[in-house]
């Protein structure tokens, strides 16, 4: 069985920093792209920020040059936010492309941690 399990999120005032990490398990072939989306009150989830397996990032325009997305193991990776904003504030989900024993590539989320950014 695969899980994700995020920590890290909380409350901050607006331009405070926190570091969300992620840590998938699970029998598996192989680990791809893993990344982080988001979802505020009401809105639609969004991408924040993903790694492939080679260290190739991608960040939505909106956190560029604020956020971070490092990978320490073939199955970990966290996210340093800096210089958060109430906007930023949404529940987290850690997400991971996993290819199983005898299925497809498949892609697995976490549960969610949630960051609240007071202004």
């Known amino acids: 069985q695969v899980q994700l399990v995020e920590s890290g999120g909380g409350l901050v005032q607006a331009g405070g920093a926190l570091r969300l990490s992620c840590v998938a398990s699970?029998?598996?072939?192989?680990?791809?792209?893993m990344g982080w989306f988001r979802q505020g009150p009401g809105l639609q989830r969004d991408l924040v920020a993903t790694i492939g397996s080679g260290g190739t990032t991608n960040y939505a325009d909106s956190v560029k040059g604020r956020f971070t997305i490092s990978r320490d193991a073939y199955n970990t990776i966290d996210l340093q936010m800096n210089s958060l904003k109430p906007d930023d504030t949404a529940v987290y989900s850690c997400?991971?492309?996993?290819?199983?024993?005898?299925?497809?590539?498949?892609?697995?989320w976490g549960q969610g941690t949630q960051v609240t950014v007071s202004s």
């Open positions: 699970g029998s598996c072939v192989e680990i791809n792209t």
């Open positions: 997400t991971a492309e996993f290819l199983r024993p005898s299925e497809p590539w498949r892609a697995y």
